[in-house]
């Protein structure tokens, strides 16, 4: 939810596990185990469930390093009624999405690198199409402080299959986050991305522009997000996101509970719920 309300303009400011659906390289940020469970509510009985982890290995394995992730997303349709060529009932269907991802991450001195393996399956009644597909990045903190850069290219493998394609998307983003912005308790960024086709080329080219807002006190954190989509306007919706953010300290375990308002696209408006912890 945090990376919906910023509009998802996540690419270059994405530093924790839901960098893996963004940018794989964000999870080299991660410094201690995460956990996270997402829900989201759409139209028609169609649900969204996600759960992602990722695991720092510069303890258990500090030979290799970097952080592995997973994430698993289930698409719920529902269930639909079937007819027959004349109209008439014929029992019940349904359909759903399955999206299954492992990415690994690490950094190199000011460079952060990631890249991530996705298993993709669509069903509907008894038709099945599956495909495999690639997502790999960069984030480059260069010396100015505050400054991410994020490059990343994503679903590549997955053009001109029998089945169904997804296209190829060249990400470049930039994220500028200033902390003691107003009082020594806060901090602020802003991320600014664009989504260029690769292949094919005839896909539009979208823009996001995303802002947070963080006041801290003893043991919690309050958040405030907004985002703007524009030129995109085929499947994620163009206009005004907004999310919200809570976060506590449970002696040894960091709770965040997140919110985000999505405008309306081909799934109509959707509000995202998501649990997550450190640990």
């Known amino acids: 939810a945090r990376s919906v ?25 991660v410094l201690t185990n995460e956990l996270s469970f997402t829900y989201l509510s759409l139209y028609q009985g169609v649900n969204l469930e996600s759960i992602a982890v990722a695991v720092p290995l510069d303890t258990q394995l500090p030979a290799i390093g970097g952080t592995l992730a997973a994430n698993v997303n289930l698409i719920q349709g529902g269930t639909f009624q079937r007819t027959d060529d004349f109209g008439n009932p014929d029992g019940t269907y349904t359909a759903g999405d399955d999206v299954i991802t492992l990415a690994y991450a690490r950094s190199f001195g000011l460079i952060q690198a990631g890249a991530s ?7 509907i009644d008894t038709l099945q199409s599956s495909l495999f597909a ?14 991410r850069v994020g490059l990343s290219l994503k679903n590549v493998g997955a053009q001109d299959n029998s089945g169904y394609d997804l296209p ?26 664009s ?24 043991g919690s954190r309050a958040t405030l997000r907004m985002g703007y989509r524009f030129l995109d306007e085929d499947l994620s919706g163009v206009g005004f996101t907004l999310g919200a953010g809570y976060s506590v300290d449970l002696e040894g375990a960091v709770v965040f509970l997140d919110y985000a308002f999505a405008p309306e696209d081909v799934f109509g408006v959707s509000n995202r719920v998501s649990l997550s912890t450190d640990f």
């Open 5 to 29: 309300g910023m509009g998802e303009a996540y690419s270059a400011v994405g530093d924790d596990v839901a960098s893996i659906q963004y940018n794989p390289a964000g999870l080299a940020s």
């Open 117 to 123: 393996v996705k298993f993709i399956q669509q069903q």
């Open 134 to 147: 690639a997502d790999m990045g960069v984030v480059v903190t260069p010396s100015f402080p505050g400054i």
């Open 168 to 193: 190829m998307i060249f990400d470049a983003a930039i994220s500028y986050r200033r902390y003691e912005l107003l009082t020594y308790q806060d901090d602020g960024a802003l991320s600014l991305e």
């Open 195 to 218: 989504d260029v086709p690769v292949h094919p080329i005839d896909d539009k080219v979208g823009m996001r522009v995303g802002a947070e807002y963080n006041f801290k006190w003893v």
